[in-house]
């Protein structure tokens, strides 16, 4: 199963979605603070009582190893004149440069610094994120197998590096109904003026893998190629004011140099990736239904119910199996590219050679060849019970079965569904370590 041979629309279950392009700039955001209106989000999971007690608990994950190391003088960790410690971080934490994605949207706890020749640089692996702001902190965000996802900053200190955990000056934007409900990550979508201040009057939205591409990316610089697609990138708007007619992007689209538009030299790489950018907004909300279904069956637990009918984390599961599948994926109209080396990386990634086939992108009608999410060999699935795993993989199992039964399904596609199903114990109940 090296290749698709058949172009076969996976994700037929679950329509794709039509949206006629409007008047609002969209702009994703990671690692970001500051929320505007209500959106509609998944039901709460007391994630602050026992079990879990998220703000009281003790993290054990790799940050405080790597503090641990760094603390008893096993390991040095290198800083740089212009960018600090962070090509140290992204090589510790196995986060590749060429995921690099820059914002000049301000909203975040460094908002002050942000600006679209300060641009914020992103970066993020199969299981940690991290942020960086020229002339700023250091901001990560990495799994822990009871906590689910935790929140770090970095001082660029060269005499000591501390690693300082965060829970109230992140949690007022990510744990909210943007984030599931959770201490999580979102897609950040608005309206922003020349210097990325973002126009709270014109609404704020949240974006995923079923965004269609003429709502995404406003704020952000983009470097690639889409065809007659439009997008919101490398683009801001006049003035602060919200605007009476919807905004044209003339000269944002497909630009592959961005060095007209910031300043390139303050970053690792002169890339804002739209393949990484994607990417990105398929794996967040992987995780975050990830940990809702950790919390969930953690509390099941705790509650003596797990292996009940009705138990929590089974509904919870049913929801992540969903994104696992890429329900609602919208689907690309034109070919797109990336310009770093990005596509190439990330097919490499991954803790094994199983993993691998369902890295493989397509970037032709959809993101990926295969209706399985390569995010099943992330940290944060990995460290779910094997009841939940096995649970998972027997919901997949019967979606692709159903799917290879199909008369619309080409022989081709058919033969890469059943050489995946006998694929899915291997790929989903292993503990590979990543």
């Known amino acids: 199963m090296n290749s698709i041979s058949e172009v076969v629309p996976y994700h037929s279950d679950f329509p794709a979605k039509s949206i006629r392009f409007g008047s609002t700039v969209l702009t994703i955001v990671v690692l970001l603070c500051g929320s505007t209106g209500p959106v509609s989000g998944a039901p709460p999971l007391d994630f602050e009582s026992p079990p879990i007690s998220y703000s009281e608990a003790k993290p054990e994950n790799v940050i405080t190893e790597l503090q641990s190391r760094l603390d008893q003088g096993e390991l040095i960790l290198p800083y740089e004149e212009r960018t600090g410690y962070l090509r140290g971080v992204l090589k510790h934490l196995d986060v590749p440069e060429s995921s690099q994605m820059l914002t000049f949207l301000k909203s975040s706890l460094q908002r002050p610094l942000i600006q679209p020749d300060n641009a914020r640089a992103l970066y993020f692996g199969d299981d940690c994120y991290v942020g960086y702001v020229p002339g700023g902190k250091i901001e990560l ?88 697609a439009r997008h919101r990138g490398n683009f ?128 032709r009608d959809r993101l990926f060849e295969l209706p399985v999410s390569y995010t099943v060999r992330s940290r944060l699935f990995t460290a779910l019970p094997f009841a939940v795993r096995n649970y998972v993989m027997s919901q997949i199992e019967h979606e ?35």
């Open 400 to 434: 692709l079965l159903e799917k290879a039964k199909r008369p619309e399904t080409g022989e081709s596609f058919r033969s890469d569904l059943k050489q995946l199903i006998k694929k899915l114990p291997e790929l989903i109940l292993d503990r590979q370590e990543s």
């Open 236 to 363: 801001q708007l006049p003035d602060g004011k919200r605007p009476q007619q919807p905004p044209e992007n003339v000269g944002g689209l497909n630009v592959t140099d961005l060095s007209h538009l910031t300043d390139l030299s303050k970053h690792l790489t002169p890339h804002s990736d739209l393949v990484a950018l994607m990417v990105l907004e398929h794996q967040i909300d992987a995780h975050n239904l990830m940990v809702r279904t950790n919390y969930a069956w953690q509390i099941d637990v705790h509650q003596q119910r797990e292996g009940a009918a009705e138990a929590r984390w089974k509904e919870e599961a049913d929801q992540l199996v969903r994104h696992l599948l890429y329900a609602d994926e919208f689907r690309i109209e034109y070919p797109v590219a990336g310009t770093s080396s990005f596509a190439r990386d990330f097919a490499m990634q991954g803790p094994d050679d199983a993993g691998r086939v369902l890295r493989q992108l397509n970037l």
């Open 141 to 228: 965000i990495v799994p822990d197998e009871k906590l689910g996802m935790v929140f770090y900053t970095l001082d660029q200190n060269p005499e000591s590096p501390r690693f300082e955990r965060q829970v109230a000056s992140c949690m007022t934007c990510h744990a909210s109904s943007r984030t599931k409900s959770i201490p999580g990550l979102q897609v950040r979508s608005m309206l922003t003026d020349p210097d990325g201040q973002p126009v709270l009057s014109a609404g704020s939205f949240r974006t995923d893998h079923s965004t269609p591409f003429e709502k995404r990316w406003g704020g952000w610089f983009v470097s690639g190629t889409h065809g007659e």
